[in-house]
C-alpha cells in the first residue's frame, strides 16, 4: 500500500516544535512502514532539515510552510497556498492520502485520484460540509464522532471512523514507585481554556504538604498558549503554592523523565468544544500518573472515575473546591494512588502505536478495496 500523510503548513516533522497531531502522525507513519507499507510523509521545511530524507522507513519531503500567525483570516490563506503545493507533490501511485489541514482535503477532491483520509483532530467547526466527497472522516473520540454526526447529514455517517490516538512513545516494565516525587503536573498548553486558573485555586484551598506543582507547556501566542501577560497573571494566582513553569519540552526523552518522576497529572480543561482527545493525559498514565481530568467526554473514552483516575465535576457552582477534593484525596491516600496508578499504565497497551496502527491498516485497507470495486469496469455506472 502506497500511503501519503500530508502534514500542515506550520509544524516541522519530526515534531521538534511538539503538536499532539504532529507527534502521532510522526510515529505511524514509521509504524507503517515497518508493517509493510510504503510512506511518504510531506510537511513544512524547517532550518536544519533537509528537503528530503528517509527516516525509519519513511520517505519525507518538506516544502515552503510558514509560522503560525496571530490572525485567524492570514492562518486560513497560508494553510490554503501551503496545502495547495503539498497537494501538487503527492506521488501519482498513492492509495490512501491521510490529512488534518483546513484546505487540503478540498484541493484533493478536486482532482480525486486517491483515497482521501480526513483526519479531524479538532471539534467540527462547520468546515465537514466541505469534505462531503471524502472517502472517511476520522475521528479519534467518542466526543468528536457526536460532534460529527451533528455537522453532516444521516446519509453521510458511515463515512465516519472512530480511530482513538496512540501513545508517541513505549514504555516497558512496571512503575518505578522509588523514583516517584511528590509532585503536581500538567502537561500542556498554558491557555485560559485549559482551566489552569482554577487549578491553581484548588491547590490555595488545600494543605499540599510539601507538594510541588510543575507547569509544562507554552504560553507564546504563536505556539497555542495566551501571552506572557495570562502566564504572568497565573505565577500570582499560585503565590499560595510551590510552582513551577518550566515552558514547552519538546525533547520527548526529557518529558518522559518528567512523566516519570510525578505522581499526580492534573488536566482541568474547560474546553467544551475544543478538547478532543486528551493525549497529555494519556502520555502520563502510561508513566503511571495518576490523572485527575474534568468531566469532558472525550476523557471518558479511556479514564474512569475511581478506576484508573479520578473525574470531577467542572460544570459545578464549586469546580474548584470540587478539584481540591480531588488533589486531596490522592495526596492523603497513597495506598489509593498507587492502585489508580497501576491501573492507568494498561493505557501502554490498549493504545500502543502498533495496535493503533493496525487499526488504521484495517481501514485503509477496507476503504481501498471499495474504491477499486466502485472503480472496475463492471461497476463504473452503478452505486456501489
Aim: with cysteine.
Amino acid at each position: 500500500m502506497n500511503i501519503v500523510i500530508l502534514q500542515g503548513a506550520f509544524f516541522p516533522i519530526p515534531p521538534l516544535l511538539g503538536g499532539a497531531v504532529e507527534k502521532m502522525w510522526f510515529k505511524l507513519g514509521q509504524e507503517f512502514a515497518k508493517l509493510g507499507h510504503h510512506v511518504t510523509h510531506i510537511s513544512k521545511q524547517y532550518s536544519g532539515l533537509p528537503d528530503e530524507e528517509l527516516i525509519d522507513g519513511v520517505h519525507h519531503k518538506r516544502i515552503i510552510g510558514y509560522t503560525s500567525p496571530k490572525s485567524m483570516l492570514i492562518h486560513k490563506l497560508l494553510d490554503a497556498i501551503y496545502s495547495w503545493r503539498a497537494v501538487k507533490s503527492i506521488p501519482t501511485s498513492t492509495d490512501i492520502v491521510i490529512t488534518n489541514s483546513f484546505w487540503s482535503p478540498i484541493f484533493l477532491l478536486l482532482n480525486k485520484r486517491a483515497v482521501v483520509y480526513v483526519d479531524v483532530a479538532r471539534m467540527p467547526k462547520g468546515q465537514l460540509k466541505f469534505y462531503s466527497r471524502a472517502d472517511c472522516l476520522r475521528a479519534n473520540s467518542g466526543a468528536v464522532v457526536a460532534a460529527m454526526k451533528d455537522e453532516i447529514p444521516a446519509t453521510a455517517h458511515h463515512r465516519i471512523r472512530m480511530v482513538p490516538n496512540p501513545l508517541p512513545f513505549n514504555v516497558q516494565g512496571g512503575i518505578n514507585f522509588e523514583i516517584k516525587e511528590s509532585i503536581i503536573l500538567y502537561c500542556g498548553r498554558v491557555h485560559e481554556e485549559k482551566g489552569l486558573e482554577l487549578l491553581a485555586n484548588a491547590v490555595n484551598k488545600i494543605d499540599l504538604k510539601g507538594w510541588r506543582i510543575q507547569i509544562v507547556g507554552p504560553w507564546d501566542v504563536s505556539m497555542g498558549g495566551s501571552g506572557e501577560d495570562y502566564k504572568n497573571y497565573l505565577v500570582k494566582c499560585f503565590e499560595k503554592s510551590n510552582v513551577e513553569f518550566t515552558g514547552p519540552i519538546f525533547d520527548e526523552s526529557k518529558l518522559n523523565e518528567i512523566y516519570s518522576r510525578a505522581s499526580i497529572f492534573v488536566y482541568p480543561s474547560l474546553a467544551e468544544k475544543g478538547e478532543t482527545f486528551g493525549l497529555a493525559p494519556l502520555e502520563a498514565m502510561a508513566w503511571g500518573n495518576v490523572p485527575i481530568v474534568s468531566n469532558l467526554t472525550c476523557f471518558q473514552d479511556f479514564i474512569q472515575h475511581d478506576k484508573n483516575g479520578l473525574i470531577f465535576d467542572h460544570r459545578s457552582t464549586t469546580p474548584d473546591v470540587n478539584l481540591a477534593e480531588s488533589i486531596k484525596r490522592l495526596i492523603e491516600n497513597a495506598s489509593l494512588r498507587e492502585y489508580l496508578a497501576i491501573e492507568a499504565i494498561n493505557v501502554r497497551e490498549t493504545h500502543s502505536t502498533v495496535n493503533i496502527a493496525k487499526q488504521f491498516i484495517f481501514d485503509f485497507e477496507l476503504l481501498i478495496n471499495f474504491r477499486k470495486a466502485r472503480l472496475a469496469p463492471e461497476n463504473k455506472f452503478k452505486n456501489v
